[in-house]
T-cell receptor, first 113, second 114 residues
Framework: NAGVTQTPKFQVLKTGQSMTLQCAQDMNHNSMYWYRQDPGMGLRLIYYSASEGTTDKGEVPNGYNVSRLNKREFSLRLESAAPSQTSVYFC????????????FGPGTRLTVT | GNSVTQMEGPVTLSEEAFLTINCTYTATGYPSLFWYVQYPGEGLQLLLKATKADDKGSNKGFEATYRKETTSFHLEKGSVQVSDSAVYFCALSASSGSARQLTFGSGTQLTVLP
């Protein structure tokens, strides 16, 4: 099993450009999440999807959109990148049991200049 | 809302020293508690978890006990190794809602010197 995979690993964008971060999981998990990690701030939830066909805002959704393409895939889109979106982005997934932990992908390091 | 407060870092220890990283939380209901570890350049990995009061989670020599009376989940290890150098995150999972979002502390950087 690959677990949670993310592409790309690194990306540099200019202000105003758009891009989509891809995430896929092969564990048949219902819930998927997007976080951003900034120095000294831990991980903050951007969007999540409790199940296929649903998405909800997290703590810091502004400037982002998401698509739950199917049960396996959950993408994060930046429509018009800003320097404040320079961060490391992590995707995670979780099974259906209430006490299940989240499994994380390796991350995408995004720099917006 | 839910929140997690973690001991400020960075923490530097010599090999075989005792480790404590403090974690306290604020939450409604009965959250599950987790410690995640992040090695350089990698994603987060679950280190241990506890799902109810007085539960003790343990893994790789690390332990943490869910203390409801003090709303704490401190991470301990009796003898650290150089390979334990990483960033450690305390987190809680909401006790209701289908998605069970995680709320993270700010992370504690641990460096173990030989």
């Amino acid at each position: 099993n690959a677990g949670v995979t993310q592409t790309p690993k690194f990306q540099v964008l200019k202000t105003g450009q758009s891009m989509t971060l891809q995430c896929a999981q092969d564990m048949n998990h219902n819930s998927m999440y997007w976080y951003r990690q900034d120095p000294g701030m831990g991980l903050r939830l951007i969007y999540y999807s409790a199940s296929e066909g649903t998405t909800d805002k997290g703590e810091v959704p502004n400037g982002y959109n998401v698509s739950r393409l199917n049960k396996r895939e959950f993408s994060l889109r930046l429509e018009s990148a800003a320097p404040s979106q320079t961060s490391v982005y992590f995707c995670a997934s979780r099974g259906t049991s209430p006490i299940n932990e989240q499994y994380f992908g390796p991350g995408t390091r995004l720099t917006v200049t | 809302g839910n929140s997690v407060t973690q001991m400020e870092g960075p923490v530097t220890l010599s090999e075989e020293a005792f480790l404590t990283i403090n974690c306290t939380y604020t939450a409604t209901g009965y959250p599950s508690l987790f410690w995640y570890v992040q090695y350089p350049g990698e994603g987060l990995q679950l280190l241990l978890k506890a799902t109810k009061a007085d539960d003790k989670g343990s893994n790789k020599g690390f332990e943490a006990t869910y203390r409801k009376e003090t709303t704490s989940f401190h991470l301990e290890k009796g003898s650290v190794q150089v390979s334990d150098s990483a960033v450690y995150f305390c987190a809680l999972s909401a006790s209701s809602g289908s998605a069970r979002q995680l709320t993270f502390g700010s992370g504690t950087q641990l460096t173990v010197l030989p």
